[in-house]
């Protein structure tokens, strides 16, 4: 089986994609094989709504490609999901959001989610997106934020969860969450040091997101709508 991963920020090193397939794969099966590309011909990162509309022409032709080349399943690697609907329009295969992954998985492990994002900047973005996925609202308890914009989540990990564990444990105290989410996909591997260190589960969005999309194609399961 093979997944494709698209990562929706532009000109990411192949090095930095290859280490997070070899990250992922611990989680899959010894017969998936994990690949990731990212945007080559637009350049944005996805910090808003609208880089996320400027990315999303760019992601289905990425995603149309991944299916013409035989792979069994999608992952968009970002919290933003950007282009999710549009591809599951197109494609037979299925097609899995970080995002949608990481909520619908935390809603088995708690019944207070709690998100954490790296930019308080985006949380308004986000009370309205997370609430379209499909989980009831009153389960999403408290989305908050750390101050990492602008910071690179791989060069400065220590630090980045130093903030984490400060911002759940508060969470945790005062929001009365049972279940943490760290809103962004470069968090990976961040999730168990977290989850020790607060006494919460803490649903990684990366691998809710590849072992979803390796599940659905086990099934068999298709996508795409009848337009």
């Known amino acids: 089986m093979k997944i494709r991963i698209i990562n929706p920020d532009y000109g990411e090193?192949?090095?930095?994609?290859?280490?997070?397939c070899?990250?992922?794969?611990q989680y899959v099966s010894s017969g998936t094989e994990l690949s990731m590309e990212c945007l080559t011909d637009t350049p944005v990162e996805?910090?808003?709504m609208a880089d996320a509309l400027l990315a999303g022409p760019e992601i289905l032709r990425m995603a149309e490609k991944a299916e013409a080349e035989g792979c069994s399943?999608?992952?968009l690697y970002c919290f933003s999901d950007p282009a999710a609907e549009a591809c599951?329009?197109?494609?037979?295969?299925p097609v899995i959001g970080g995002a949608q992954a990481a909520l619908m998985m935390a809603t088995l492990q708690g019944k207070r989610i709690g998100v954490i994002l790296t930019d308080p900047g985006r949380i308004p973005e986000k009370e309205w997106f997370l609430r379209t996925l499909g989980i009831a609202s009153d389960r999403i308890?408290?989305?908050?934020a750390i101050s990492f914009a602008g910071h690179s989540i791989w060069k400065e990990r220590d630090a980045a969860l130093h903030l984490l564990i400060e911002k759940g444990k508060e969470m945790k105290e005062t929001r009365h969450v049972?279940?943490?989410?760290p809103g962004c996909l470069s968090f990976l591997g961040l999730g168990e040091a977290l989850s020790d260190a607060v006494g919460l589960p803490v649903i990684d969005p990366a691998v809710a997101a590849v072992t979803l999309a390796e599940s659905c194609a086990r099934q068999r399961q298709k996508a795409g709508f009848s337009i």
């Open 73 to 75: 399943a999608v992952v």
């Open 13 to 20: 090193k192949r090095s930095d994609m290859d280490a997070r």
């Open 178 to 181: 049972d279940v943490l989410i």
């Open 22 to 25: 070899r990250w992922l794969s």
């Open 88 to 93: 599951r329009e197109r494609l037979q295969i």
């Open 141 to 144: 308890a408290s989305i908050e």
């Open 46 to 48: 996805i910090n808003s």
